[in-house]
């Protein structure tokens, strides 16, 4: 269990001849979280100006440091009788987050949750990262560990779901219309956005 989703995550990336794989996991700290966690290099919060947010990050972050450094014992030890140089250690490191903004008008948070988008920063610094003292007055626009900040798209979501499809993909025939023609393009945009950011600090080119 520990290892298989290592294993079979390099034989996805390997029959689709991937560079980059992504593994997308719920909120929870079970076993199968952590097997997923184990096998991958980076790690991408999602998160939202509100107070489950901040404290989701004050539970994670020692927890993910505290598996790391079990981890890397384990590594450095055995598994199962395996040699070291067998056992591929993924460091699954922080590397950003992504906020995702309430209903934001005119590109900003809506004020109901500006005061827990200040406090992002600062947390994230501390739990996830493990700084001493997180940045004082850092906003989610000038912290360079915000990947993105993702507009709601609320109207695009029900429509994703029942098409099956990503919202940046939804065409007319879909059953968009009006100004949501517009939305996924915008949409399009701020996630091509995101990839290019992700790659760059995983350290794979993006064409």
Same mark, same amino acid.
Request: aromatic letters at 6%; glycine letters at 8%.
């Given at each position: ?13 390997? =029959? ?78 922080? +590397? ?12 900003? +948070? ?12 600062? +947390? ?52 968009? =219309? ?25 350290? +794979?080119?993006?064409?």
């Amino acid at each position: 269990m520990t290892t298989s989703l290592d294993a079979l995550s390099t034989l996805a990336a390997r =029959g689709a001849n991937a560079d980059l794989l992504f593994i997308d996991v719920g909120p929870s700290l079970g076993a199968l979280n952590r097997a997923a966690l184990l096998a991958c290099d980076a790690l991408v919060l999602p998160l939202a100006p509100d107070l489950f947010s901040l404290q989701g990050m004050r539970n994670v972050g020692p927890t993910l440091r505290d598996w790391r450094t079990d981890w890397r014992t384990v590594c450095e030890s055995h598994v199962r009788g395996q040699r070291r140089d067998a056992i591929l250690a993924h460091e699954f490191r922080p +590397v950003g987050y992504i906020v995702q903004q309430h209903l934001a008008r005119k590109d900003q +948070v809506v004020k109901g949750y500006a005061k827990w988008a200040e406090l992002i920063p600062r +947390v994230f610094h501390e739990e996830v990262l493990g700084e001493d003292q997180g940045p004082a007055g850092l906003s989610i626009d000038d912290d360079p560990c915000c990947l993105a900040s993702i507009r709601h798209f609320s109207s695009l979501v029900p429509i994703a779901q029942q098409s099956r499809k990503p919202m940046f993909d939804l065409r007319q025939s879909d059953g968009i =219309g009006g100004g949501q023609i517009q939305a996924v393009a915008r949409c399009r945009q701020e996630f091509e956005r995101l990839v290019r950011k992700i790659t760059e600090r995983v350290g +794979v080119a993006c064409a």
